[in-house]
């Protein structure tokens, strides 16, 4: 696998997962509409079980853990066999145990000043979260000429309106988002749906 997070695919899916049991339909449904990169959040107690169904059973599945806040959790996800760990911040003790996993990973930022301090340390590849709320697409092109070596997976806020806008940065190569899974298609198991949400998502990342 690519160590880089970002060169995983244009749009990654951002999983709630609360039963278990939803995690490879769910998974398969992705990769079909070709979204191979899935981020399952730690948010649910379901999710380690979740992301060692989809290591196991969905081989064309490239399935990472989020919110992933605390060695402890890199040592959780790690044991589930994901395959990229992505945080919603940052600190010395958890960048460490990310990089020491030896699995890729995106530390979240969302101020010019941990973009800094993440270059200081090595680090280029981020995620910017929570991305509307902390200036959006205005911010993040403001950051490409003064900051060039950092890229960015933004996530939060992002939809199918306004995800092209962020996928045009030359400082952006991916987004994170969760509206190719709607509450309800989730509610219902309709993977079909799903599967036709994700080669929407999946074509704007070609626009």
Not at 137 to 145: F, R
């Amino acid at each position: 696998m690519t160590s880089s997070v970002l060169a995983l695919a244009p749009v990654v899916p951002v999983v709630v997962i609360e039963d278990a049991a939803d995690a490879v339909p769910l998974a398969r449904a992705l990769v079909d509409g070709g979204l191979p990169a899935i981020e399952v959040t730690l948010r649910t107690p379901a999710a380690p079980d979740a992301i060692r169904a989809v290591a196991a059973e969905v081989p064309d599945a490239v399935v990472g853990a989020g919110t992933v806040i605390s060695p402890e959790g890199v040592r959780t996800a790690a044991d589930a066999g994901a395959r990229f760990l992505v945080s919603p911040g940052w600190t010395d003790t958890l960048l460490d145990a990310m990089r020491d996993s030896g699995l890729p990973f995106l530390p979240g930022v969302s101020t010019t000043s941990e973009v800094v301090a993440l270059l200081e340390r090595g680090a280029t590849e981020m995620k910017f979260f929570p991305a509307e709320a902390a200036g959006g697409v205005p911010y993040l092109k403001s950051l490409a000429s003064p900051l060039p070596g950092a890229r960015f997976c933004p996530t939060g806020g992002i939809g199918a309106a306004n995800a092209p806008a962020y996928l045009a940065l030359p400082n952006v190569a991916c987004v994170g988002g969760t509206w190719m899974l709607p509450q309800d298609a989730l509610a219902a198991r309709d993977w079909d749906r799903v599967r036709r949400l994700a080669a929407e998502a999946k074509a704007l990342g070609e626009a």
